[in-house]
């Protein structure tokens, strides 16, 4: 049983581009959340994806937006990328919103 | 907005030591989840915590919710090697609302 699978493990990029980070939840799972971990830092919540619609953001600009498919995986869409963006972006899945989450390994991406 | 502080935000300790991390939430919580994050690691789900004044314990772990859901903390007796990462809360906001806030975490060190 697959836990939670984020592609592509390491990314960068460039300012002024965009990025797509893709996030398959674990078997089971229905829900996925996003977050933006900076070095030092705890994970900030950028959105959560609950049957293909997005139910909660966080306190992140535009820029940042997503979609969950039907078979429930999830892909990041940044925009117009700035250097500050230069994160580890962590997708989490859970069943029904309000249970445990279960973090992939995350995806280091650089904004040079 | 809704924000989470945990203190300490590091501590080294010989091993053998207990090691406590308190987190405290400005809003009254629904639930608080725990998270470990190894060096390099994703965070990794240790516990929920639903009920006011709710004690669990997991082997030489254990969290406390505050009686008023606006606060938690984690005790670790003698502590070991392997226990060394930082160690996060996470507050659920109140019903309706499925984000989870992540404190500040707790960088423990552990002394051999």
């Known amino acids: 049983d697959a836990g939670v699978t984020q592609s592509p493990t390491h990314l960068i990029k460039t300012r002024g581009q965009q990025v797509t980070l893709r996030c398959s939840p674990k078997s089971g799972h229905d829900t996925v959340s996003w977050y933006q971990q900076a070095l030092g830092q705890g994970p900030q919540f950028i959105f959560q994806y609950y049957e293909e619609e997005e139910r909660q953001r966080g306190n992140f600009p535009d820029r940042f937006s997503g979609h969950q498919f039907p078979n429930y995986s999830s892909e990041l869409n940044v925009n117009a990328l700035l250097l500050g963006d230069s994160a580890l972006y962590l997708c989490?899945?859970?069943?029904?919103?309000?249970?445990?989450?279960?973090f992939g390994q995350g995806t280091r991406l650089t904004v040079v | 907005g809704q924000q989470v502080m945990q203190i300490p935000q590091y501590q080294h300790v010989q091993e053998g030591e207990d090691f406590t991390t308190y987190c405290n939430s400005s809003t009254t919580l629904s639930n608080i989840q725990w998270y470990k994050q190894r060096p390099g690691g994703h965070p990794v789900f240790l516990i929920q915590?639903?009920?006011?004044?709710e004690v669990k314990k997991q082997k030489r772990l254990t969290f406390q919710f505050g009686e008023a859901k606006k606060n938690s903390s984690l005790h670790i007796t003698a502590t070991q090697t392997t226990d060394v990462g930082t160690y996060f809360c996470a507050g659920g906001g109140a019903s309706g609302t499925y984000k989870y806030i992540f404190g500040t975490g707790t960088r423990l060190k552990v002394l051999a």
């Open positions: 915590l639903v009920k006011s004044g």
């Open positions: 989490a899945s859970s069943f029904n919103r309000v249970t445990e989450a279960f």
